[in-house]
């Protein structure tokens, strides 16, 4: 199976679709992703925009999710910034916290607030 995320005119995700590998393979079986972007328009209609995704990240970083964004010039998907405060790793294309999440081993969340990693509670 294939997977590819179709586009809005900003380049955000809508939807992700699977699509029989079969569809985007030429006469000769290789495997061609045009092939599978075209089945895609053929469906839902020339007009929309659709890009493959990979599940093992072989390939665009990340699998596309709803609202992830697609970056043309690092051909990759990217999740929606969680904080005002992360940056985007752009070797990865996931954003991170602009310190380490804490190594002692209790739990912790972000605080946006205080831009910091603060220990959950225990309830």
């Not at 020339?46 to 990979?54: H, I, R």
């Not at 690092?74 to 294309?93: E, G, Q």
């Not at 954003?95 to 225990?122: C, F, H, M, T």
Request: with cysteine; hydrophobic share 35%.
């Amino acid at each position: 199976m294939a997977y590819f995320a179709e586009l809005d005119s900003s380049n955000k995700v809508l939807r992700v679709i699977g699509v029989d590998n079969f569809k985007c393979m030429d006469r000769h079986g290789n495997e061609v992703i045009d092939l599978g972007a075209d089945f895609c328009k053929a469906l839902f209609g020339e007009s929309t925009v659709w890009k493959q995704t990979s599940f093992n990240a072989k390939f665009r970083k990340n699998y596309a999710g709803i609202d992830y964004f697609y970056d043309e010039t690092l051909d990759a998907f990217i999740p929606p910034k969680p904080y005002p405060s992360w940056v985007l790793n752009t070797n990865t294309c996931l954003y991170e916290a602009p310190i380490p999440y804490p190594e002692d081993g209790q739990n912790y969340r972000w605080d946006e607030d205080s831009v910091q990693w603060v220990l959950k509670d225990s309830n």
